[in-house]
């Protein structure tokens, strides 16, 4: 059996990256987190820390001093840098969280795929992005794979593990258990659009815009048909106000730029005008409803 996984570098403290690092700094991991610069770290390190605060909370409910050992033995395994090669030079595993752009996520990856070890294994938590593009720029497709979290990542449960046909079986098996080992349930998935999660929920929510759209029913009585009938805990425009839907026209733009064909994947007008109008859902206190002023 392959070595664990044990030092972790995580390139991108945003959203994702911060609750990644936080998550492996919990299970015992060391880890790094790369940022762009001293704001950004800043923002990172204080988002973990609130988190962390009330994951210990949660755990240690009547024992305050267990809560802040917590705390403090996982801050003591969390560590920031701004010098990406010096931050891969000893790790074992990569997780990229940086933004959904590929000539970044290419500048990325074949800066440090030269100065990290031979064994380094290099992971994107890409949403939209194939896994095989990302990995083209790199000698070590056999080290490489998807490890598609979800947001809020100390929350949520699933992982989605991605292989490319080039992926060794030892470098899905090491991916395979780090996730584990972080407490997640993992699930394998090929390297195709959406991987399983976002190929079966974006074109829920494409669809039904383009119902609305048609005029077949209301954006009320459709999340209502599909939370009282499907069980689904959110409507689908309620979760695309969550999601926000910028994100969703980016995602189905860049399948339908790979994908022209494929009819799910195409431009839907009121998508556009929306986002066009900055009504972006929850985070813009308008989307397919409205929110009231810091609601978020
Ligand atoms: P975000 O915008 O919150 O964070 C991105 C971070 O990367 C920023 O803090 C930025 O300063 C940093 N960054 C940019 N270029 C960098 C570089 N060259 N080196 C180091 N840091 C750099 O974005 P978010 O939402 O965390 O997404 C990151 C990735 O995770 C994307 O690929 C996205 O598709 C994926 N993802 C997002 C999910 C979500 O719900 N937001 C869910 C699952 C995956």
């Known amino acids: 059996m392959a070595a664990a996984i044990k030092n972790v ?13 936080q998550v492996a700094a919990q299970t ?5 987190v790369v940022e762009v610069n001293e704001n950004a770290i800043e923002k990172a390190k204080n988002g973990i820390q609130n988190s962390l605060q009330r994951v210990a909370k949660k755990l240690y409910k009547d024992k305050p001093a267990d809560a802040e050992t917590f ?3 996982t801050l003591s395994r969390l560590h920031t840098s701004l010098d990406l090669k010096d931050a891969v030079k000893d790790t074992d595993l990569v997780v990229e969280a940086i933004v959904e752009n590929l000539d970044l996520k290419h500048k990325l990856f074949s800066t440090i795929d030269s100065v990290a070890p031979n064994h380094t294994i290099f992971a994107s938590n890409t949403s939209s992005l194939s896994i095989q593009d990302i990995a083209s720029v790199t ?8 490890l598609h979290f979800f947001n809020p990542v100390p929350v ?5 593990v991605i292989r490319i046909p080039e992926t060794s079986d030892e470098t899905y098996e090491k991916m395979t258990a780090w996730g584990k080992a972080l407490g997640k349930t993992t699930i394998t998935c090929k390297d195709t659009p959406g991987f399983v999660v976002n190929r079966l929920l974006v ?5 039904a815009v383009r119902m609305l759209e048609r005029g077949d029913a209301t954006a009320r009585d459709i999340d209502t048909a599909m939370k009282l009938g499907a069980s689904h805990p959110m409507g689908p425009f309620e979760l695309a106000d969550y999601v926000g839907n910028d994100t969703t026209k980016f995602i189905l733009d860049g399948w339908h730029q790979k994908y022209p064909d494929v009819e799910l994947f ?12 900055g009504k972006l859902g929850l985070k813009t206190g308008e989307g397919f409803y409205k929110y009231d002023k810091g609601t978020k």
């Open 9 to 21: 570098t995580v390139i991108g403290g945003g959203l994702m990256g911060s609750g990644i690092a």
């Open 28 to 32: 015992g991991h060391r880890v790094t």
């Open 71 to 73: 705390v403090k033995e």
């Open 139 to 146: 000698k070590r497709k056999d080290r490489f794979g998807g």
């Open 156 to 160: 949520m449960k699933l992982l989605e």
């Open 203 to 207: 074109p829920l929510l494409a669809e």
């Open 266 to 277: 195409k431009p839907i007008p009121l998508l556009t005008k929306l986002v066009e109008e």
